[in-house]
């Protein structure tokens, strides 16, 4: 499983799980160690699974929490 695999599924479980969005965008930044690419790849599967189904709530909180913590200024630079 790669870790935009890894972000997508457990942005999913938080969104389930009714977790706060400060728990799940911690915990998802924990995940990915700064790599930002993974994130932009969860958010591209999110996306895919909302255009296939717009009613799924879980996918379109878990991409609230995705593009949070997209939003924060938290990433390595290279």
Known sequence: MTTGEEILQRAVSHAEMGSSQDQAVDDLLRCCSGR?????RARQG???RLEADPGDDAASRALGF???MLGRDVWDVV
């Not at 930002?36 to 932009?40: P, Q, W």
């Open 36 to 40: 930002r690419v993974s994130a932009v």
């Open 46 to 48: 999110l996306l895919e």
């Open 66 to 68: 995705v593009d949070e």
